[in-house]
């Protein structure tokens, strides 16, 4: 009976503690964030500054990512998801992960966007400056 209680009382704590947690841990990010209502489907805080290397990875994912996953890796209702999501977490979605579906593709399976094509014109290198942006961002909104 006591046992039974204190799962109850560990489950009801835990309820109330996920219920009242903030859904997106606040950081040294900036105010600036991407909204919902602008097309994406994740806000996105941007951060103070990004690393040189992420400077250039901007580049290349706004010449080569965002026109599907929309402007600082946000998503687009109906197009392709947003790439700062848990999902996309370091230790689920490693770096090789990303060089392979830009090489490859990839087949759907986390959204119901349908399979993704590889990316015509990028080098492993292009990629890996894409990948420190896109850490970037992810780290400003919690997702490390």
């Known amino acids: 009976m006591k046992s039974t209680i204190a799962i109850a009382a560990i489950l009801v704590a835990g ?19 991407i909204s919902r209502e602008n097309g994406g489907l994740a806000n996105v805080l941007l951060p103070e ?12 994912y706004e010449a080569k990512c965002a026109a599907c996953h929309g402007a600082n890796a946000a998503g687009q209702d109906g197009v392709a998801p947003p790439l700062v999501h848990i999902i996309y977490e370091p230790s689920h979605h490693g770096d090789e992960a990303f060089q392979r579906a830009a090489e490859l593709g990839v ?31 992810q780290r400003a909104n919690g997702i490390n």
Do not use: C, K
Request: hydrophobic share 40%; proline share 10%.
């Open 107 to 137: 087949r759907g399976h986390h959204w119901p966007f349908g399979d993704m094509p590889p990316v015509e014109g990028v080098t492993r290198g292009d990629v890996t400056m894409i990948i420190a942006y896109i850490r970037e961002l």
């Open 15 to 33: 309820g109330v503690g996920y219920v009242l947690w903030p859904s997106a841990p606040q950081t040294a990010a900036s105010d600036t964030a």
């Open 49 to 60: 500054t990004l690393s040189p290397n992420a400077q250039i990875g901007q580049l290349g």
